[in-house]
C-alpha cells in the first residue's frame, strides 16, 4: 500500500477518533470502548485489516502506556493526591494482592482454569486503568482525596502488576521467595531513579533558558520516557520511575508548564487512539464467543467482591467512610493495562494464553461499559460530590532570563473567586504586578481599583524572587476570595 493512502486512512481514523471522545463525554462512556470497536470494525471482521502480532501489540502497548503514565503524572496536581497517596499505596499493594488472589481462586474452582492462568488472569484483571480512571474522575466534582486515591492508585499499580506478569509468563517461573525479593528491589530502585530524574531534570530546566517554547514540552517528554529507560536498565520498575518523574516535573515550577500538559495530553491521546484501535484490530471476533461465560463469571467476581474486597482490606486507616469506599469499589474501572498485559503470556508462548487475552477482553468491554456511565450517578447516590468546588487557575510562565523575572499568564475560570475582586486588594508581594488584563478580545492596562472578571486574561510580570509568592496569592484568592488569609488558605499547589 502507497504511502499517500496510508496517510489518507490514519487522518481518517484518526478524526473518526476524535469524534468518539466528543460521543463519549456526552454519553459518560470512557473512549475507550469506541476505539476499541474502531479496531474491530477495521480487522478481519470489518474491513478485513489483519494483525495478530502478540510480540508486536506488546511492545507497541507498553510503549503506548509509557506515554499515557507520563501524561498522568505531569497533570496531577501533588497537593491534591497527597492526602490520598498512603491509601493509594495501600490498595497498590495490598489490594492488589487480594484482587489477584479472589479472582485467581475464582477461575480455577468456578470455572477449572489451571492455576497457573488463573493467577495470571487475576494479576491482568487487578490493575485500574489511568487512561479510563483520569478520562470519567476528572469531569466528577468530588472531594480531592478521594481523587487523589484513585488517581494515584492507577497511576502506582501498574508497575507491581508488571513485575507479577512477566514473572509469571516465565518458561522458569520463580520461587514465590525470589519473586517477592525481585518484586521490592525493582520498586523501590524503580522509585528512586525516577525521583532522582524528576528532580535533577527540574533542576535542569528551570536554569536553562532553551531557544523556542516548544521545545519545554519535549525535553520534559524525553525525561519521563528516559526515566522508564534507566530503569528498564537497571532491571528496576521502569513504569513507577516514568510515573514518579512525571510527577515531579508536573509539580515543578517550570517554564510554559500549561503548555507542556497541553502537550503531554495531545500525544496521550494519541497514544490511547492508536493503542486501542491496534488492540481492537489484535482481536478476533470468532474467538470471543467461547470465551464469554468465564469471561462474566471472573468480570462478576471482580468487580462485585474482589474489589470491594480489596477496597475494606486495604483501607482500614486511613479515615474513608463507607461512602467513600463505596465509590472507591464501583470506580476501579479497567482499560487499556488489563488488554496489554494480557499479550504478555501470549507473546511468551504461555499455553492457553489466547483464550485468557479473549476473557480479559471481554472483562475490560462489559464492565467497562457498565461502569463507566454509571460512575456520576452512583457518586451523587452515595453523597460523595462537590457541585460547587471552584476549578484551579492555570498559570503560563515565560522566562525572561536577563531580566531575572518572569512573565505570568493567567485565564481566571467561570467559578474563581478572582470575579469581582479588584488589582489592588490582591495584594501581590512587591516585585509582581499586572501590567495587561485581556477582557472579551479587547485589551488594556489595569489600575489598581480594576475589578477582575471571569474569562479575563491576565499578564503578570514578577522577579524570579517573587514569583512563587505571586503564584501563591493568585491561587489562594482564586479558592477562597480577597480574605483567603483568614481562611488558613495559603494558595500552595
Not at 487475552?357 to 452512583?378: E, H, K, N, W, Y
Not at 479575563?456 to 484568592?477: K, Y
Amino acid at each position: 500500500m502507497k504511502l499517500d493512502l496510508w496517510l489518507l486512512l490514519g487522518s481518517v481514523v484518526v478524526i473518526a477518533a476524535i469524534v468518539a471522545v466528543r460521543v463519549a463525554h456526552r454519553s459518560g462512556l470512557p473512549s475507550l470502548l469506541l476505539y476499541l470497536a474502531l479496531g474491530l470494525l477495521l480487522g478481519e471482521a470489518g474491513f478485513g485489516i489483519r494483525f495478530d502480532d502478540m510480540a508486536v501489540a506488546e511492545t507497541l502497548g507498553l510503549a503506548a502506556l509509557v506515554l499515557i503514565l507520563a501524561e498522568g503524572g505531569l497533570t496531577t496536581r501533588w497537593s491534591a493526591v497527597r492526602p490520598g497517596v498512603p491509601a493509594a499505596l495501600s490498595l497498590s499493594i495490598v489490594g492488589t494482592a487480594v484482587s489477584i488472589v479472589v479472582v485467581a481462586a475464582a477461575a480455577h474452582w468456578l470455572v477449572g482454569i489451571e492455576w497457573r492462568l488463573a493467577f495470571l488472569l487475576g494479576a491482568v484483571l487487578a490493575p485500574t486503568d489511568a487512561a479510563a480512571v483520569f478520562s470519567v474522575l476528572r469531569r466528577l466534582p468530588l472531594p480531592e482525596r478521594l481523587t487523589g486515591v484513585l488517581e494515584a492508585e492507577s497511576g502506582l499499580n501498574d508497575a507491581p502488576v508488571v513485575i507479577l506478569v512477566l514473572a509469571l509468563s516465565a518458561h522458569h517461573a520463580p520461587t514465590p521467595l525470589l519473586m517477592a525479593v525481585e518484586l521490592v528491589y525493582e520498586l523501590a530502585v524503580g522509585a528512586v531513579i525516577g525521583l532522582v530524574i524528576g528532580r535533577v531534570g527540574a533542576y535542569a530546566l528551570r536554569r536553562a533558558a532553551l531557544p523556542a517554547s516548544g521545545l519545554y514540552p519535549i525535553a520534559v517528554l524525553s525525561l519521563t520516557v528516559g526515566a522508564y529507560g534507566a530503569a528498564s536498565m537497571a532491571h528496576a520498575s521502569g513504569f513507577l520511575a516514568t510515573y514518579l518523574s512525571a510527577l515531579v516535573l508536573g509539580n515543578s515550577p517550570l517554564p510554559h508548564r500549561p503548555a507542556t500538559r497541553g502537550f503531554a495530553e495531545g500525544l496521550a491521546w494519541l497514544a490511547q487512539i492508536g493503542l486501542f484501535i491496534m488492540l481492537g484490530l489484535l482481536d478476533s471476533p470468532r474467538e470471543l464467543p467461547a470465551q464469554i461465560g468465564a469471561a462474566l463469571i471472573c468480570g462478576f467476581v471482580l468487580v462485585l467482591v474482589a474489589r470491594p474486597l480489596s477496597v475494606l482490606v486495604s483501607t482500614p486507616f486511613f479515615g474513608i467512610d463507607w461512602r467513600e469506599k463505596a465509590f472507591l469499589s464501583w470506580a476501579g474501572l479497567r482499560g487499556a493495562v488489563p488488554i496489554v498485559l494480557a499479550t504478555i503470556p501470549a507473546s511468551a508462548g504461555v499455553p492457553g494464553a489466547r483464550a485468557l487475552f479473549a476473557q480479559v477482553f471481554i472483562v475490560v468491554v462489559v464492565f467497562t461499559l457498565l461502569q463507566g456511565p454509571t460512575l456520576a450517578s452512583f457518586a451523587r447516590l452515595l453523597k460523595v460530590t462537590i457541585p460547587d468546588r471552584a476549578r484551579e487557575i492555570d498559570i503560563e510562565a515565560a522566562p525572561l532570563e536577563e531580566l531575572h523575572a518572569d512573565l505570568l499568564e493567567i485565564r481566571i475560570p467561570p467559578d474563581s473567586h478572582l470575579n469581582g475582586v479588584e488589582i489592588f486588594e490582591l495584594r501581590l508581594p512587591e516585585g509582581a504586578v499586572i501590567t495587561l488584563v485581556v477582557r472579551e478580545g479587547s485589551s488594556f492596562v489595569p489600575g489598581p481599583d480594576t475589578a477582575l472578571q471571569a474569562g479575563d486574561e491576565l499578564l503578570v510580570v514578577a522577579t524570579s524572587a517573587a514569583r512563587p509568592a505571586a503564584e501563591r496569592r493568585l491561587r489562594a484568592v482564586s479558592r477562597r476570595g480577597k480574605l483567603a488569609g483568614w481562611y488558613g488558605e495559603r494558595g500552595e499547589q
